[in-house]
């Protein structure tokens, strides 16, 4: 009996021991994906170089109707480029709109009242930069433009 009771216990022990070293081999996968994250090339460029980078991507053609927005997605992407974004007001002082007798809005902005909070984000984050606004008005005007129209006349002063 006493050789059985032992042998249990030296099982019980041996299982113990597995569960605490899988739990460990858990933890340490879980360190070397963030090690190799943090290491990744992307994060060794310096942020002067990345910020050109990123002007660069806010100089290409592109409208607020597209469902991508260079700004926004850079500032969306991690803390990092978030910070270099929102401290490169030169990032965010080009806009191209496109108003129409029909939609205004870029797609995944069902209102008015998104479009224009889009472009006053945009006159925020340029900060005193001077803008610049490639305007495409087509067709007649819609209730929508005057509104759109008067934001950007706020700002004319800046304009290039």
């Not at 569960?19 to 360190?31: C, D, S």
């Not at 997605?73 to 990092?80: D, E, I, P, Y």
Request: hydrophobic share 40%; aromatic share 8%; proline share 4%.
């Amino acid at each position: 009996d006493r050789d059985l009771e032992d042998s249990e216990r030296e099982v019980m022990r041996l299982q113990s021991q597995i569960m605490f070293i899988q739990e460990q081999q858990k933890r340490l996968r879980a360190y070397k994906t963030k090690i190799h994250s943090l290491s990744s090339p992307i994060r060794k460029i310096p942020n002067e170089i990345l910020a050109s980078i990123f002007d660069s991507a806010c100089e290409a053609q592109w409208n607020l109707l597209q469902d991508y927005i260079p700004a926004l997605s850079l500032s969306a992407t991690c803390t990092r480029w978030r910070s270099l974004a929102l401290s490169s007001p030169n990032l965010w002082s080009r806009l191209k709109l496109e108003i129409t007798s029909g939609e205004i809005a870029p797609v995944g902005v069902h209102d008015l009242d998104s479009f224009v909070a889009t472009v006053k984000l945009f006159f925020e984050r340029s900060g005193k930069h001077n803008l610049e606004i490639d305007l495409d008005i087509r067709g007649e005007e819609t209730d929508q433009s005057p509104s759109v129209l008067e934001l950007l006349f706020e700002h004319s002063q800046r304009w290039k």
